[in-house]
Nanobody, 115 residues
Framework: QVQLVESGGGLVQPGGSLRLSCAAS????????MNWYRQAPGKERELVAS????????YFTDSVKGRFTMSRDNAKRMVYLQMNNLKPEDTAVYYC????????WGQGTQVTVTS
């Protein structure tokens, strides 16, 4: 069965960095776009970043452009979100996601940015 397992969240001060990881299994990982979403308290879940199957293209929401990068290792079935210069407004639960016949989600990892 499809599984997405995130790791790497934590508590960080403004200006700090975190690297989120997502381990994927149960599907042909190399054939699918992978996404990172986040959901802050009281807000809707939003798409943060996407990477195409062969890493040919990436997408970032405006609020993270220039601060976040996304990469994948198809051999390891891993996708990463490098988050630099973190801001308090980046505080959220971050979810790994992919769309097969339906959407699949990981359990989420909490990122808290506070001084």
């Amino acid at each position: 069965q499809v599984q997405l397992v995130e790791s790497g969240g934590g508590l960080v001060q403004p200006g700090g960095s975190l690297r989120l990881s997502c381990a994927a299994s149960g599907f042909t990982f190399s054939g699918y776009t992978m996404n990172w979403y986040r959901q802050a308290p009281g807000k809707e879940r939003e798409l943060v970043a996407s990477i195409s199957s062969a890493s040919a293209s990436t997408y970032f929401t405006d609020s993270v452009k220039g601060r976040f990068t996304m990469s994948r290792d198809n051999a390891k079935r891993m996708v990463y979100l490098q988050m630099n210069n973190l801001k308090p407004e980046d505080t959220a639960v971050y979810y790994c996601n992919t769309q097969l016949l339906r959407q699949y989600w990981g359990q989420g990892t909490q990122v808290t940015v506070t001084s």
